[in-house]
T-cell receptor
Framework: GAVVSQHPSRVICKSGTSVKIECRSL??????MFWYRQFPKKSLMLMAT?????????EQGVEKDKFLINHASLTLSTLTVTSAHPEDSSFYIC???????????????FGDGTRLSIL | GENVEQHPSTLSVQEGDSAVIKCTYS??????FPWYKQELGKGPQLIID?????GEKKDQRIAVTLNKTAKHFSLHITETQPEDSAVYFC???????????FGTGTRLTVIP
């Protein structure tokens, strides 16, 4: 149980392109999903918290107009990198939490990430 | 807010030996501590977690211990196998929010 599916796994595209990444909870309803960015050999950096039916909460320094997040249903959140540039190249990972707060026994479950390469 | 420190950053052990990874946290109100294993090119996988009402939890070859007084928790892997080679992250909740602070990671290499 608690499977999170993330697509695509890899994207290579030209500078200026917008890229959409999907994150789906397959066997549970996720009231909250998180989007992370990970640089090589580094830890996970939280970009934003996405709650179903409401606007995402972005971490300091993350451009909300650059990284558009939509959480339209309890099983799907999307991250769109708009007008991507080479510096946006990174490994993007989503996670999902079931109904209830994290410290009420609802751990985060991660997708397998999307490697984005902007040429 | 929470601050999580993890060490060592790299750890090499012989197959069959034990591996221990330690994390400290700063927020005494934190009450949930997961450990994740990340293999190359994959997302982190939850391997074990512990809540503040217990001091130790075991799952086969993996155990986690928690010392709330000292504000540190550790991951113990016994009888290590080559497939245990990966990057391991500890985490603790961010105060007042439902997201996690992650440690900096430990790259574990099990030498056959």
């Amino acid at each position: 149980g608690a499977v999170v599916s993330q697509h695509p796994s890899r994207v290579i595209c030209k500078s200026g392109t917008s890229v959409k990444i999907e994150c789906r909870s397959l066997d549970f309803q996720a009231t909250t999903m998180f989007w992370y960015r990970q640089f090589p050999k580094k830890s996970l950096m939280l970009m934003a918290t996405s709650n179903e039916g409401s606007k995402a909460t972005y971490e300091q320094g993350v451009e909300k107009d650059k990284f558009l997040i939509n959480h339209a249903s309890l099983t799907l959140s999307t991250l769109t990198v708009t007008s991507a540039h080479p510096e946006d190249s990174s490994f993007y990972i989503c996670s999902a939490v079931g109904q209830g707060r994290i410290y009420s026994n609802q751990p985060q479950h991660f997708g397998d990430g999307t490697r984005l390469s902007i040429l | 807010g929470e601050n999580v420190e993890q060490h060592p950053s790299t750890l090499s052990v012989q197959e069959g030996d034990s591996a221990v990874i330690k994390c400290t946290y700063s927020d005494s109100a934190s009450n949930y501590f997961p450990w994740y294993k990340q293999e190359l090119g994959k997302g982190p996988q939850l391997i074990i977690d512990i809540r503040s009402n217990v001091g130790e939890k075991k799952d086969q070859r993996i155990a986690v211990t928690l010392n709330k007084t000292a504000k540190h928790f550790s991951l113990h892997i016994t009888e290590t196998q080559p497939e245990d080679s990966a990057v391991y992250f500890c985490a603790a909740p961010k105060t007042g929010a439902n997201n996690l602070f992650f440690g900096t990671g430990t790259r574990l290499t099990v030498i056959p």
